[in-house]
């Protein structure tokens, strides 16, 4: 039975057809017109989830010609994880079971924003300048829309209270929408995405703090800070927006977020320390509820200029909080983060009060600017070209996103020197607006200086960094901005000794006058640094000098490395904190003490060349840098490792190391990295595949005996025992052997079957600098959405016994109790580690064709054997293993069940095991030879 209810809505008005007697249900978010986030070529992958009534139902989802099977959990909830598709729309999704037909339709794969924020986020697009044609132009039939309506709840929802769905962009349906989110991706599709489909999600609710927005546990984080006033308004109770507003948005695939806020936390008087512990205690909360997706990037805007709206008339200091904003810039333990500087977009005539600036397409494209720098990786002065499209980028302009940043600063007693980034031709211009506040008519363009005159831009002050509300400052009278330089310089007329001074201020205003740009007319924010010899460091972030771990020149990879590869978990949203995080969740969890010690970053942390031809790593994303990164990693007793590939191109259209090998593997040396993974990939390449390898080969012996411990060498791929198997083992530690595991069974098995083939081949020593060589069957995937538990202990087994590397390919600080279980049962791992380094292989009368009941063998150390019994079939059978198959022909055995961590009643001579396996189940036995 179903009934149809019509609602009338901000955006539109729509039909549901309600399932009365539904057993299985989802998310508002899942509905018509919706757009999945989705990437090819970055493998970005959408889940899809909900809930159902019944746990252990069975859940099928079918979309562009994938299945994808699972079932309610006990806690009620499903989840799957679907391939990565191209852009396009009309698509078909539906969630079957055994009760329930959900159908979607118009579904489109593209990408995803969330715009979150107060009333500056909330101002739709029909308040701005040139509304008229911004509307009339935004008939977008691939770009969907989707409002939350605003609510709040005491503890984190699932679902949203409302009836909204999402709806096609159109003239009808944007001018209610928020200008400044649809304005950022208008700016996008222009300069990179194109036609592409895109999907906004628009959450916010005006004149709140940040504390609403904030998951209760940042309340914890932040505890030692002094707390503004409490707020009597539901609203803005701690974490009640997150609860009811951004949480039931976390099983649902994004690009990134972008926020604008921060103007009622003036009136609460937050300290920037205050601000900028919450603000960014919120970012990293917020990531770490996105499951599955790793840190994805989070874009925000200064605060603009405002004065005159009455209801912040008397409050608190706008400076203070658009500092604690730029102290949220990527440094270490906040990264990939993106800021708009708008400190010159004032509006004094704005009709809802110049809080409420109508210049919100300039805010926009410089919101644009910083998306293609920290979501698409673009640096300063690149072309931003789409390489998955390149038709929609066919005059690629070079990226200017920033404005100066200052980056040193010195002094000589009689004036003060500050250093900028992307200091480029700078010069000083009055801001929007200034001129309303000095009695002068404001005529809507940029004024030629006037306000700049005042020379209250830049001050010199005495005081601590620590509290600039307290400082006590004098004006710079003489500012020089030196010629071919990216420096200025600061004096003050009639006074030639400087040195009382501790601070230097630019731009500490609620509405600043005057501004310094660089010739891409982009200004730089509002900063205070200290002067040389102060106490107090300019900046947060810096580079972790930590002592590594004292290591030796021993063989390497005398067993198969145990560790984590990233890819699987956080495809290219991978970045420094959640590296960190990884490797202190293997202490946390114990599994280093299990042998897990490789915390490898695979694509994606490497963005472009030096001018000599050195790697670069992506600065938004690892501030503190690869050394900082691997000392931390090492200080732990841990390993680090790093991704390249042999061809001009990585699988992510980065820089490959095809004619910089030597460069590169000397810059993994200088970080300290233990471990490289070489693909193959794109691009242009060497003629012979291995001439790569030989290359790196050399590289990197030279390294590791220079410094005085080895560095693992893993390369795709070798699968032909009789080609590349004959010499692969004199290059590599590691080889793959098949195609990138899925989190699916038959992916499992058909990696197994690939892997099987090179089974002669690896061994624990003769391989380079004397140690191991081991065929990789690819990553685990333990813990990840696709897998069933008891697919997972099969996939892990099969791994152990095959001597392959257990690389784990998820993130380790949300395992659960089941998946930790698997991946750190010790008597498991010690079948992988056993020192002979033999690979299981099938045996028994049908071990050339094993079908789908089989037995696998593998010797240990002291005479033991390791037997698997697996059923890879539909349906439940029995799966029989004779002693003499499993190389014991002369004595028993007594038997360990090594899942289950017992003793079984042993074989006699000539007996056999037996086990009774449902599907895709197995037993795993260590068998030890006895005499009868």
């Given at each position: 039975m179903a009934v149809t209810r019509c609602y009338v809505l901000a955006l539109a008005t729509i039909c549901l057809i309600h399932a009365v007697d539904a057993k299985i249900w989802q998310?508002?978010?899942?509905?018509?017109?919706?757009?999945?986030?989705?990437?090819?070529?970055?493998?970005?992958?959408?889940?899809?989830?909900?809930?159902?009534?019944?746990?252990?139902?069975?859940?099928?989802?079918?979309?562009?010609?994938?299945?994808?099977?699972?079932?309610?959990?006990?806690?009620?909830?499903?989840?799957?994880?679907?391939?990565?598709?191209?852009?396009g729309i009309d698509k078909v999704l539906?969630?079957?079971?055994?009760?329930?037909?959900?159908?979607?339709?118009?579904?489109?794969?593209?990408?995803?924003?969330?715009?979150?924020?107060?009333?500056?986020?909330g101002l739709p697009l029909s308040y701005v300048m040139n509304a008229t044609a911004e509307i009339a132009a935004s008939n977008r039939p691939n770009w969907r829309l989707f409002v939350v309506q605003r609510t709040f709840a005491d503890t984190p929802q699932d679902d949203f209270n409302q009836t909204n769905q999402w709806v096609v962009s159109s003239n009808e349906t944007t001018p209610r929408f928020s200008a400044t989110c649809y304005l950022t991706a208008r700016h996008i599709a222009e300069m990179y995405w194109g036609d592409g489909p895109i999907g906004l999600i628009q959450s916010d609710w005006g004149g709140t703090r940040v504390e609403a927005w904030c998951p209760d546990s940042v309340k914890q984080t932040c505890a030692h800070i002094t707390p503004g006033p409490p707020e009597i308004p539901e609203q803005q109770a701690y974490s009640a927006l997150y609860n009811a507003m951004i949480n039931p948005l976390v099983h649902y695939s994004i690009r990134g977020v972008i926020w604008f806020q921060g103007e009622h936390n003036v009136v609460t008087h937050s300290s920037e320390e205050l601000y900028a512990c919450e603000f960014q205690g919120m970012i990293n909360a917020w990531r770490d509820a996105w499951k599955g997706i790793g840190d994805f990037p989070f874009l925000y805007v200064q605060l603009a200029p405002y004065t005159g709206y009455a209801p912040f008339a008397g409050h608190g200091d706008i400076s203070t909080i658009r500092l604690a904003q730029a102290d949220t810039l990527p440094h270490i333990g906040l990264d990939t983060s993106g800021m708009a500087v708008a400190i010159d977009l004032g509006d004094p005539e704005a009709p809802a009060g110049d809080v409420h600036s109508r210049l919100k397409e300039q805010v926009a494209y410089r919101l644009a600017l910083q998306a293609l720098h920290v979501m698409y990786a673009f640096q300063e002065g690149e072309n931003v070209t789409n390489s998955d499209y390149p038709n929609e980028t066919p005059n690629p302009q070079p990226l200017h996103f920033s404005g100066p940043m200052p980056n040193d600063i010195s002094s000589d007693g009689s004036s003060v020197t500050i250093s900028f980034d992307y200091g480029y031709a700078m010069y000083l211009n009055d801001t929007q607006g200034c001129k309303i506040h000095r009695g002068i008519n404001f005529d809507g363009k940029m004024i030629g200086g006037e306000c700049c005159k005042a020379k209250d831009t830049f001050q010199l002050c005495t005081g601590s960094r620590t509290n600039t509300t307290t400082l006590s400052c004098t004006n710079v009278t003489s500012i020089d901005i030196l010629p071919n330089s990216n420096k200025i310089m600061l004096k003050v007329d009639g006074e030639d000794d400087l040195s009382a001074y501790t601070v230097v201020r630019y731009a500490y205003a609620n509405y600043p006058q005057c501004a310094l740009y660089n010739k891409y007319e982009l200004p730089s924010g509002p900063f205070v640094m200290a002067l040389p010899g102060a106490t107090v460091k300019n900046e947060v972030s810096g580079k972790d000098e930590v002592a590594g771990k004292e290591r030796v020149l021993d063989p390497p990879a005398q067993t198969p490395p145990m560790g984590l590869n990233s890819w699987n978990a956080f495809h290219c949203n991978v970045d420094e904190r959640k590296m960190r995080a990884m490797a202190d969740a293997f202490v946390s969890t114990g599994l280093a003490k299990v042998g897990y010690e490789y915390v490898n970053i695979d694509d994606c942390w490497q963005v472009q060349r030096s001018p000599n031809g050195s790697?670069?790593?992506?600065?938004?994303?690892?501030?503190?840098?690869?050394?900082?990164?691997?000392?931390?990693?090492?200080?732990?007793?841990?390993?680090?490792?790093?991704?390249?590939?042999?061809?001009?191109?990585?699988?992510?259209?980065?820089?490959?190391?095809?004619?910089?090998?030597?460069?590169?593997?000397?810059?993994?040396?200088?970080?300290?990295?233990?471990?490289?993974?070489?693909?193959?990939?794109?691009?242009?390449?060497?003629?012979?595949?291995?001439?790569?390898?030989?290359?790196?080969?050399?590289?990197?012996?030279?390294?590791?005996?220079?410094?005085?411990?080895?560095?693992?060498?893993?390369?795709?791929?070798?699968?032909?025992?009789?080609?590349?198997?004959?010499?692969?083992?004199?290059?590599?530690?590691?080889?793959?052997?098949?195609?990138?595991?899925?989190?699916?069974?038959?992916?499992?098995?058909?990696?197994?079957?690939?892997?099987?083939?090179?089974?002669?081949?690896?061994?624990?020593?003769?391989?380079?600098?004397?140690?191991?060589?081991w065929n990789d069957a690819d990553m685990l995937q333990v813990g990840n959405i696709g897998l069933s538990l008891i697919e997972q202990r099969t996939h892990f087994s099969l791994w152990a016994m095959m001597a392959s590397p257990l690389l784990i390919g998820t993130d380790v600080s949300l395992l659960t109790n089941e998946s930790l279980m698997i991946l750190g049962n010790a008597e498991v791992t010690a079948v992988n580690q056993d020192p002979l380094g033999h690979q299981a292989v099938p045996v028994g009368p049908n071990a050339a064709d094993p079908g789908t009941a089989s037995c696998w063998a593998k010797q240990l150390k002291g005479g033991n054997i390791a037997a698997m019994l697996i059923n890879t079939g539909d349906n439940k059978t029995t799966v029989t293993c004779a002693l003499s198959d499993l190389g014991i022909s002369n004595s028993g055995a007594s038997v360990r069940d090594l899942l289950n961590h017992k003793s079984l009643p042993s074989v006699t001579k000539g007996g056999s095991i037996k086990a009774m396996l449902e599907s895709h189940d197995h037993q795993l036995l260590k068998l030890t030879p006895t005499q009868n």
């Open positions: 998310n508002k978010l899942f509905s018509d017109n919706m757009i999945l986030e989705s990437r090819e070529a970055y493998d970005i992958r959408p889940f899809v989830a909900g809930f159902g009534d019944t746990p252990g139902e069975q859940v099928t989802v079918y979309f562009d010609r994938g299945e994808y099977p699972t079932e309610v959990g006990a806690d009620g909830k499903w989840e799957v994880q679907m391939n990565s598709c191209n852009k539906s969630v079957v079971s055994s009760t329930t037909n959900l159908t979607y339709v118009n579904v489109a794969c593209g990408q995803v924003y969330v715009c979150s924020g107060q009333s500056n986020m790697i670069n790593y992506d600065p938004a994303r690892f501030p503190g840098g690869m050394k900082a990164l691997a000392d931390y990693v090492h200080k732990l007793g841990l390993k680090f490792g790093v991704y390249t590939a042999q061809r001009e191109l990585t699988c992510q259209r980065r820089p490959g190391s095809w004619e910089h090998e030597e460069i590169d593997v000397q810059s993994y040396c200088d970080w300290g990295v233990d471990y490289v993974k070489l693909d193959a990939c794109a691009g242009r390449g060497y003629t012979q595949q291995n001439e790569s390898w030989i290359k790196f080969r050399a590289a990197i012996d030279k390294c590791s005996k220079s410094r005085g411990f080895p560095m693992v060498l893993s390369v795709e791929s070798c699968d032909d025992p009789t080609g590349c198997g004959l010499w692969i083992g004199e290059l590599a530690n590691l080889w793959r052997t098949g195609g990138d595991i899925q989190a699916t069974f038959a992916s499992v098995m058909n990696n197994v079957r690939e892997n099987t083939k090179m089974a002669a081949k690896a061994g624990p020593t003769g391989g380079p600098l004397g140690g191991g060589h």
